[in-house]
């Protein structure tokens, strides 16, 4: 084997070293994330300038890109907290966030990758904390929960709001209350739906008495008004006109004029 010229052995070198630089230096940024430049020899952390987006990018070898996901993410959070009455409540929520884009270096340069643990988490525990003190476990229990969600959101948002963290919503998963306290609430609520259904049957009853009364003083009044209208004479014309259309039925009677009472006519029939 014929060996390789002089020149070639240092451009067989050169080549390979500019292999290596380019594959230190080539960085993917894949769907969802971004990419914060560091500079080592020019000032450190970029935070004038936007992160690097998603695909393909080139840059010095002796620089560092940290990858970020933009996306809408999760964190779950399991806190023990004191109502205002001082029982301890066992609070499960979720809270849906992604950092702000735009001051993504600074978010890097400021709180780090680990902004969650430093930032938001200690955010809702606060938030949490300060909002459920001002309820009791039973407004925690039943009727407050939405409110109670929507004043920990707020809470939180303003925290975060300036720590380069936008909170997209809270969600409030479960709340524990002590056993006895619980037990308690529900034998509460069973006996005011058991006292509001009581109530509705007494309201019912009362409404159809009424009902009653009215359509018994409405046919009293009917009568009433029908004995005023009725005299001697309407009786005799309608006895007389009853009478008429009984002599032309077929059975045989016996019609007696003037015997029956009021001198109406008296019919004898063969029943």
């Given at each position: ?105 600074s978010l890097h340069q400021e709180k780090g990758q680990n902004y ?101 003083q409405g046919k009293a009044d009917a009568n009433r008004i029908l ?45």
């Amino acid at each position: 084997m014929e060996k390789l010229p002089k020149i070639g052995i240092p451009l067989i070198v050169i080549l390979i070293i500019l292999i290596v630089l380019v594959a230190k230096s080539a960085i993917t940024i894949k769907a969802g994330e971004s990419g914060v430049l560091y500079k080592t020899f020019g000032g450190g952390v970029v935070t004038d300038q936007p992160p690097l987006g998603e695909g393909f990018h080139l840059i010095a070898p002796w620089n560092k890109v940290y990858v970020y996901e933009v996306r809408q993410q999760e964190v779950f959070e399991k806190m023990q907290v004191l109502s205002s009455n001082g029982l301890e409540i066992i609070l499960e929520a979720s809270a849906w966030y992604q950092p702000l884009y735009a001051k993504l270096g600074s978010l890097h340069q400021e709180k780090g990758q680990n902004y969650v643990a430093r930032v938001l988490q200690p955010a809702i525990r606060s938030a949490a904390r300060s909002v459920v003190g001002r309820y009791t476990p039973e407004q925690l229990y039943s009727s407050k929960r939405d409110a109670i969600q929507v004043e920990i959101f707020e809470e939180t948002r303003k925290i975060v709001e300036d720590q380069y963290v936008q909170l997209n919503e809270i969600l409030i998963r479960d709340v524990t209350l002590p056993g006895t306290i619980k037990d308690a609430i529900e034998r509460k609520l069973k006996q005011e739906q058991e006292s509001l259904e009581y109530e509705f049957r007494l309201i019912t009853a009362d409404k159809e008495a009424q009902k009653q009364r009215i359509e018994a003083q409405g046919k009293a009044d009917a009568n009433r008004i029908l004995s005023a209208s009725l005299t001697d004479k309407i009786l005799k014309d309608k006895g007389i006109e009853a009478t008429l259309k009984l002599s032309q039925s077929p059975n045989s009677k016996v019609i007696v004029i003037g015997s029956g009472e009021d001198g109406l006519p008296l019919i004898l029939g063969n029943n």
